[in-house]
Nanobody
Framework: QVQLVESGGGLVQAGGSLRLSCAAS????????MGWYRQIPGKQRELVAT???????NYADSVKGRFTISRDNAKNTVYLQMNNLKPEDTAVYYC????????????WGKGTQVTVSS
């Protein structure tokens, strides 16, 4: 059974930092692209960052220079370090896993709330 469990969300002041973690189980972690997405009520879920097992990464333009995605394959965990947080970063952040080669079914965590106050 696939499980993606996010942690690390919370309330932070603008300009502050948070680190999100996603612990994955039930997948071959090294064969999956891991990612972070976020969703604001009334808006479609959007890409924040993705990290392939071989090192390629992608970031949304809105977070470039502020967020860093990383993964620890030995721990089956992906992280999102969020610095210089802005109120517009407020959202539910979801962990995502997708097989790198087959582009099969995507798996999602239940999400963790990040709230940035001004």
């Amino acid at each position: 059974q696939v499980q993606l469990v996010e942690s690390g969300g919370g309330l932070v002041q603008a300009g502050g930092s948070l680190r999100l973690s996603c612990a994955a189980s039930g997948i071959i972690f090294s064969q999956n692209r891991m990612g972070w997405y976020r969703q604001i009520p009334g808006k479609q879920r959007e890409l924040v960052a993705t990290a392939y097992s071989y090192g390629m990464i992608n970031y949304a333009d809105s977070v470039k220079g502020r967020f860093t995605i990383s993964r620890d394959n030995a721990k089956n965990t992906v992280y999102l370090q969020m610095n210089n947080l802005k109120p517009e970063d407020t959202a539910v952040y979801y962990c995502n896993a997708r097989h790198q080669y087959t582009h099969g079914v995507e798996y999602w965590g239940k999400g963790t709330q990040v709230t940035v106050s001004s």
